[in-house]
């Protein structure tokens, strides 16, 4: 059987793992320092901890692939950008290490097949996905709940779906 391990964009991201069973986790992450002169906090990636748990789907050991959502990249946010594109760079250096293919689905893509048409905004959109995710996944819905969508499951759902 394959898994599915599916990642939401940045570092306040969703996991999910599709398999013979499914699980769900908020992306493993610390805030510390940043790096700039000016004081402020950055929120990176705990490389060691998201290691750990993709670790027994790495190096051949299971039929697997990694769906990574495309990170929101727009000159318009610097900052956020930013942020986006190193979650990235830590959770690819994560992945490659353990050797599992991946690729990435653009956040419409996946919403096309699973929400309901007509979604106008960020609010609604994340509204539908956290319905459509307590209904789909009904033994998750108190992580779903918490974290405020079901993104990351729902894209493992579509890898499933389109049998990648």
Same mark, same amino acid.
């Given at each position: 059987?394959?898994?599915?391990?599916?990642?939401?964009?940045?570092?306040?991201?969703?996991?999910?793992?599709?398999?013979?069973?499914?699980?769900?986790?908020?992306?493993?992450?610390?805030?510390?320092?940043?790096?700039?002169?000016?004081?402020?906090?950055?929120?990176?990636?705990?490389?060691?901890?998201?290691?750990?748990?993709?670790?027994?789907?790495?190096?051949?050991?299971?039929?697997?692939?990694?769906?990574?959502?495309?990170?929101?990249?727009?000159?318009?946010?610097?900052?956020?950008?930013?942020? @986006?594109?190193? $979650? %990235?760079? /830590? &959770?690819?250096?994560?992945?490659? =290490? !353990?050797?599992?293919?991946?690729?990435?689905?653009?956040?419409?893509?996946?919403?096309?097949?699973?929400?309901?048409?007509?979604?106008?905004?960020?609010?609604?959109?994340?509204?539908?996905?956290?319905?459509?995710?307590?209904?789909?996944?009904?033994?998750?819905?108190?992580?779903?709940?918490?974290?405020?969508? @079901?993104?990351? $499951? %729902?894209? /493992? &759902?579509?890898?499933?779906?389109? =049998? !990648?």
């Amino acid at each position: 059987m394959k898994t599915y391990l599916s990642f939401d964009n940045g570092t306040s991201a969703q996991c999910a793992i599709l398999g013979e069973s499914t699980e769900i986790y908020n992306m493993p992450t610390f805030t510390q320092q940043s790096y700039t002169a000016k004081k402020q906090q950055i929120t990176r990636i705990d490389t060691q901890a998201l290691t750990a748990i993709l670790a027994p789907y790495g190096d051949g050991r299971c039929d697997v692939l990694a769906v990574l959502e495309n990170p929101f990249i727009n000159g318009k946010m610097f900052k956020t950008s930013i942020a @986006a594109a190193r $979650a %990235l760079e /830590a &959770l690819l250096i994560v992945i490659e =290490s !353990l050797g599992i293919p991946y690729m990435y689905i653009s956040a419409k893509k996946w919403q096309h097949e699973l929400l309901p048409a007509g979604i106008k905004g960020r609010a609604e959109q994340k509204k539908a996905s956290l319905d459509v995710g307590c209904r789909l996944f009904p033994t998750h819905k108190e992580e779903i709940i918490k974290h405020k969508d @079901a993104d990351g $499951a %729902l894209i /493992a &759902l579509w890898a499933k779906r389109n =049998s !990648l």
